[in-house]
């Protein structure tokens, strides 16, 4: 679906919390990522596509309406989502069971 939507040249969005997330998974001593970090972050960063959203103070007022989610970077993606009127691309599903935030099936 990201790929299909990058081809189109459709922005993908993501929340800046998010950068902070890849950051903490390629750390680990099992990092997921297929290529450093500093060349995954270049990719992102040069790719007119993907476009990230700030964390402000309206998605921080949005976060603090989202208890119901306890992790509170899935509240700052949710609270991001949900004031930029966007979908959510997530396999979580703490997120997607919360029915607090549209996602992309």
Known sequence: MLETA????????????SLLEIA??????KPSLQVPLDEF?????SNPSFVVLPLTYEVAREIASLSLLRDPADRAIAATARVHRLRLVTSDQRI??????????
């Open 6 to 17: 990058v081809q189109r040249g459709q922005p993908v969005a993501f929340s800046a919390i």
């Open 41 to 45: 972050f270049e990719d992102l960063n």
């Open 96 to 105: 997607i069971a919360s029915k607090l935030v549209q996602v992309v099936e």
């Open 24 to 29: 903490i998974l390629a750390s680990c001593e």
